[in-house]
């Protein structure tokens, strides 16, 4: 099984900043098989990232996907006061087996 | 629009069972591989299993392999989750994921709000 550690836990920062949060793998993955997931409170998950970097449908461009191997980062290039979530990387590998990351919690400094 | 609506919830005795269902709308259901996924506070998101478009092939993790089937109706357009020999660690919200592909590919696209399993004496 693959364990995906997510830095930071939490990150505290303003509307219109920047945020980039950091996904590493146990092991290398393929960057087709590296996703992220952003969750609200009460919400279920929603898709932003697919491929570790190819946005899903409806996802503004202020969202961007990077990396490869154990390394991947999700950057938010402008805070917008609803990006305020926790936000989740996943993975695949054969088995089929999906992992998670801890998640990162985006709040409002 | 896709939707997915699950239902079946609720409060079981350890050793008992339960089954959640997943009402899928808005999209062919028919030809997309499909998930159980649960959260808890304390595992955070957890895969349960996954389903084939035409259900001829499951998978499972570890921790519910031979306790859990996943199984669907494409007929009724839902998804099913039969839950046997319950724990108190099965205790989490049940979210039920669209796979992208017809099989089991690398991402879910599209969740339900999800239901709440507490299994407690």
């Known amino acids: 099984e693959i364990v995906l550690t997510q830095s930071p836990g939490t990150l505290s920062l303003s509307p219109g900043e920047r945020a980039t949060l950091s996904c590493r793998a146990g092991?290398?993955?393929?960057?087709?098989?590296l996703a992220w997931y952003q969750q609200k409170p009460g919400q279920a998950p929603r898709l932003l990232i697919y491929?570790?970097?190819i946005r899903a449908t409806g996802i503004p461009d202020r969202f961007s996907g990077s990396g490869s191997g154990t390394d991947f980062t999700l950057t938010i290039s402008r805070l917008e006061p609803e990006d305020f979530a926790v936000y989740y990387c996943?993975?695949?590998?054969?088995?089929?087996?999906?992992?998670f990351g801890p998640g990162t919690k985006l709040e409002i400094k | 629009q896709v939707h997915l609506v699950e239902s079946g919830g609720g409060v079981v005795q350890p050793g008992r069972s339960l089954r959640v269902s997943c009402a899928a709308s808005?999209?062919?259901?028919?030809?997309?591989?499909m998930h159980w996924v649960r959260q808890t506070p304390g595992k955070g998101l957890e895969w349960v299993a996954a389903?084939?478009?035409?259900?001829?092939?499951?998978d499972y993790a570890d921790s519910v392999k031979g306790r859990f089937t996943i199984f669907r109706d494409n007929s009724k357009n839902t998804l099913y989750l039969q839950m046997n020999s319950l724990r108190v660690e099965d205790s989490a919200v049940y979210y039920c994921?669209?796979?992208?592909?017809?099989?089991?590919?690398?991402?879910?696209?599209?969740w339900g709000q999800g239901t709440l399993v507490t299994v407690s004496s």
């Open positions: 994921a669209r796979d992208h592909l017809a099989s089991s590919g690398y991402y879910f696209d599209f």
């Open positions: 808005g999209f062919m259901f028919r030809r997309y591989g």
């Open positions: 389903i084939w478009f035409d259900g001829t092939n499951e």
């Open positions: 092991q290398s993955v393929s960057s087709s098989y």
């Open positions: 491929g570790a970097s």
């Open positions: 996943q993975q695949y590998d054969s088995s089929p087996m999906y992992t």
